[in-house]
């Protein structure tokens, strides 16, 4: 610790008054705080030591050069401190990611490590089940006005770990109205798109093995069905539209990302966007209800 003399005591008081809130980021010598604990500071003595009461009841005293607290900026929300991997705490991690911004992977790698395999691993499942979840025809015909010249297989992988990577209230919008996605980021930069594949790294940095390799299937469909039961489908998402059909279906993302021009061109020289001789795309189009919203259109097979 370095000695402070009363200029800079007094000074450092200015910034961290009685109150300021702290939060510990590992323990101190000697002392076994637990890492995420928060406190209130309570006075600064003349060594320029924190004097801080923990929320838990106890009382914590460090320096703040000892690297052991940090101070929580007043003007941001406090974070939520994720030890356990959930449904709910699985988002609250890509949302304190988001908030890093450009070095929101690298905060969220070091938080999934910290948790060690077992959450990490967690965290690939249910990102696996939320992508998976999205695999519905009316978000990749979002995905291909998005990408504004179709979509391939993988670009639909990429399009939908972007997805989740926007956040819950983002995601399940888009689940229920895809045309919702107009409101969201642009999809070009493609920011927080590898977030969701995080867990699976962490796992195989913490263990030499992919997420893969230990897949269980049963704890799979076990989260799926909790997962799915906050999931509502719109009308129309298990269709795939073609472009003459996009309009109708995705006006504001149409609006968005493709001038009328390029939709006119789209709709002249490849109409479909899929496979037709595909049976799983003819099966789609002969059984999947359409968006009551999309009204016929010239092109239209129905």
Known sequence: MTEMNQEQLESLRAQFP?????QCVKNKDGVPIPTGEKGTLEHIDEMGLFHCDLDDGRRFIAAIDEGCFQVINPKQTEQCYV?????DTFWTLIDQAKAHSDKSSEWLMEQLVSMGPEQAKQFDTIA?????????????TAASVMERNGCSDDGFIDFRAWLVGQGREVYLAALKDPDSLANAPSYQDFRFG???YKGDLAYEELTGRDTFQDFD???????A????KDIRYGKGIGYPYTWSEAAAYLPK??????TPEELERHIQQHNDTWNLTSPEIKLARATAQKSKKRKKNRGDSR
């Open 225 to 228: 069905a909790e997962i799915k």
């Open 18 to 22: 009685q109150g300021t809130r702290i």
């Open 217 to 223: 299937p049963a704890e799979y469909r076990m989260l």
């Open 83 to 87: 030890t356990e991997i959930t449904k």
């Open 253 to 258: 993302l149409c609006a968005k990302y493709l």
């Open 194 to 196: 590898d977030l969701p």
């Open 128 to 140: 696996r089940v939320y992508m998976d979840a999205s695999y519905q025809y009316g978000l990749w």
